[in-house]
């Protein structure tokens, strides 16, 4: 384990929601097998350089905006876990409408803008080669793998045949997502109910690697830990202190964030592990995974072997994005542009 960086945390605490805003705090990862299958040839003779594509638009945005990279991660998980991996999303609402699609749900109103610009740019990008051809769900898994690869993690392949999702409603959005103050026991429900393992929850948590949270999904361990009105005695002092000066009880700036990762924080490696035996996690959700005798083994495990972690994480993303699967015109669409049905 490395040696707790304060200057550095204390330095990442000084931006704001302008420079980087992220709060990954959803953890979807699936066992079922999807009613349709994907695959990665998918596109072979319909789009054959998709990949390469996205990729364009990929490596460009993490140049000039990394915080493109874990918000798209957490757009593809946000995604998937509502109703499946239908890019629904991003789909915006009808002006007028009392019904609110996904994206403008509370849970979703934290998702980074350069998501969705990603996405927006490869998606374009897409339609003039490939016209009508490649799904915005599709588009999103693979913008998802790219910036796992780009920040240092897992290179693998993206099974593809997704169709769009006709439907996003905003009242779906929040018995879908965990909570950041969530229990392992709320977490393990959470899933089981999406065919979920509890292997799969601590593999998918591990996309807390790099990403930020707001004050506000951690504050109540820093001054009021389940009511005691005293600190979580979980957290360390030094991390503790240091949360303290950014995030007050009251009436602080809602747009600073702190990082999951205090050690690595733009690096995807297996740190966040380490971290949560050192007493670093930052939300309560991530704490509690070193915490219950039911996931701390695996904890420990993917702590203590990189290789392993990259290798389940692969594998976890692919189940994952077979969550909820659509296929054909009676279940799907393939939008030409992602924020609007085709219709």
């Known amino acids: 384990m490395s040696v707790f960086p304060a200057a550095l945390l204390l330095l990442i605490f000084s931006f704001t929601t302008s420079h980087l805003s992220l709060q990954i705090h959803s953890l979807p990862i699936s066992h079922r097998k999807p009613k349709y299958q994907l695959s ?13 594509l996205v990729a364009s638009i990929t490596s460009q945005q993490f140049k ?70 490649v799904s915005c769900a599709d588009i999103i898994a693979i913008a998802a793998r790219d910036f796992v690869h780009l920040a240092g993690g897992p290179y693998y392949q993206v099974k593809k045949g997704r169709w769009d ?14 909570r950041a103050n969530a229990t392992v026991d ?42 005691t009105r005293q600190p979580d005695p979980s957290i360390d002092p030094r991390l503790l202190k240091a949360l303290k000066m950014s995030c007050p009880h009251y009436g602080g700036n809602t747009d600073i964030v702190a990082p999951f990762d205090v050690t690595t924080p733009f690096k995807f490696d297996n740190a966040y592990y380490g971290n949560l035996e050192a007493k ?11 915490l219950d005798g039911r996931t701390k083994p695996l904890v420990q495990t993917l702590a203590k072997d990189k290789a392993k972690f990259f290798q ?9 994005g077979s969550i909820g699967v659509k296929r054909g015109r009676k279940h799907g669409e393939k939008r030409k542009i992602c924020s609007l049905h085709s219709d």
Do not use: W
């Open 312 to 320: 389940a994480f692969g594998v976890a993303m692919d189940k994952m």
């Open 165 to 178: 999702g006709k439907l996003s409603m905003a009242s779906r959005v929040p018995a879908n997502l965990p």
């Open 186 to 227: 709320e977490l393990l429900n959470l899933f089981k109910s999406k065919g979920l393992t509890l292997e799969d929850m601590v593999i998918l948590a591990g996309a807390h690697t790099i990403g930020f949270a707001h004050c506000r999904h951690f504050v109540n361990r820093l001054y009021d830990y389940k009511g």
């Open 40 to 52: 990665v040839g998918f596109y072979a003779k319909s789009c054959p350089q998709v990949d390469q």
């Open 280 to 290: 670093l996690g930052l939300l309560a959700s991530d704490e509690a995974l070193f």
């Open 64 to 133: 000039e905006a990394p915080i493109s990279g874990p918000a798209t991660i957490r757009l593809f998980f946000h995604d998937c876990f509502v109703d499946g991996c239908d890019a629904s999303v991003l789909i915006s609402s009808k002006s007028g409408s009392r019904v609110l699609a996904e994206k403008d749900a509370e849970d979703n109103k934290e998702l980074a803008v350069e998501a969705f610009d990603t996405i927006n740019r490869a998606k374009a990008l897409v339609e003039s080669k490939c016209p009508g051809v």
